[in-house]
Nanobody
Framework: QVQLVESGGGLVQPGGSLSLSCAAS????????MHWYRQAPGKERELVAS????????NYLDSVKGRFTISRDNVKNTVRLQMNSLKPEDTAKYYC????????WGQGTMVTVSS
């Protein structure tokens, strides 16, 4: 059974940092492109960051460039999203996704940026 389990969400003040982690089981993530998506209340889900198999040249949503960093550890089968200089508009549920010959979603972890 394939599982993607996100962790690391929570409440943080504007300007603060959080590190999200996605632990995969049942698949070898080295065969997948890994992504972080987010969905704010009342809004559509949007792609935040993607990282390919070798981890080079990640892609980012324009509004998070320079603040968020996606990374992967194919040995530990994990993907991480380091989020710095957080803003209230970053408040959303963050989801991990694996895409390849098939695709999988995690259940999400909530990030709330508020003073």
């Amino acid at each position: 059974q394939v599982q993607l389990v996100e962790s690391g969400g929570g409440l943080v003040q504007p300007g603060g940092s959080l590190s999200l982690s996605c632990a995969a089981s049942g698949i070898d993530i080295s065969r997948y492109v890994m992504h972080w998506y987010r969905q704010a209340p009342g809004k559509e889900r949007e792609l935040v960051a993607s990282i390919h198999w070798a981890g080079v040249a990640p892609n980012y949503l324009d509004s998070v460039k320079g603040r968020f960093t996606i990374s992967r550890d194919n040995v530990k089968n994990t993907v991480r999203l380091q989020m710095n200089s957080l803003k209230p508009e970053d408040t959303a549920k963050y989801y991990c996704r694996a895409t390849g010959t098939d695709f999988y979603w995690g259940q999400g972890t909530m990030v709330t940026v508020s003073s």
